[in-house]
């Protein structure tokens, strides 16, 4: 299984970026699919999930800036970000589960929010 990331980069505060995350398989093998992100000097935490029926969760954080989704037609999970702020930067990873399998990460991608 691979998870290839894209979107990140350079973002002034309050702007906006939309992560994504193509899935080698079929998203509807895996019964959880989100991203986590990691900033320098810090633990890395989750962000937001979704699972196989659409049920969401979100970091307190993030809640209200951050939307989470999914296309089964492209096997993409998508991460829209708004009204970024300096504290999310970091290092943001997709993640995905299946139950009989475990746990996938992608490589990650940078995002910086900076003026």
């Known amino acids: 299984v691979q998870l290839?990331?894209?979107?990140?980069?350079?973002?002034?505060p309050g702007g906006s970026l939309r992560l994504s995350c193509t899935v080698s398989e079929s998203i509807w093998k895996f019964y959880r699919l989100?991203?986590?992100?990691?900033?320098?000097?810090?633990?890395?935490?989750?962000?937001a999930l979704i699972t196989n029926n659409d049920s969401t969760d979100y970091a307190e954080s993030v809640k209200g800036r951050f939307t989470i989704s999914r296309d089964t037609a492209d096997n993409t999970v998508?991460?829209?970000?708004?009204?970024?702020?300096?504290?999310?930067?970091?290092?943001?990873?997709?993640?995905?589960?299946?139950?009989?399998?475990?746990?996938?990460?992608?490589?990650?991608?940078?995002?910086?929010?900076?003026?």
């Open 78 to 115: 998508y991460l829209q970000m708004n009204s970024l702020k300096p504290e999310d930067t970091a290092v943001y990873s997709c993640y995905a589960l299946k139950l009989e399998y475990g746990h996938y990460w992608g490589q990650g991608t940078q995002v910086t929010v900076s003026s």
């Open 34 to 47: 989100g991203w986590y992100r990691q900033a320098p000097g810090k633990e890395r935490e989750m962000v």
């Open 4 to 12: 290839v990331e894209s979107g990140g980069g350079l973002v002034e």
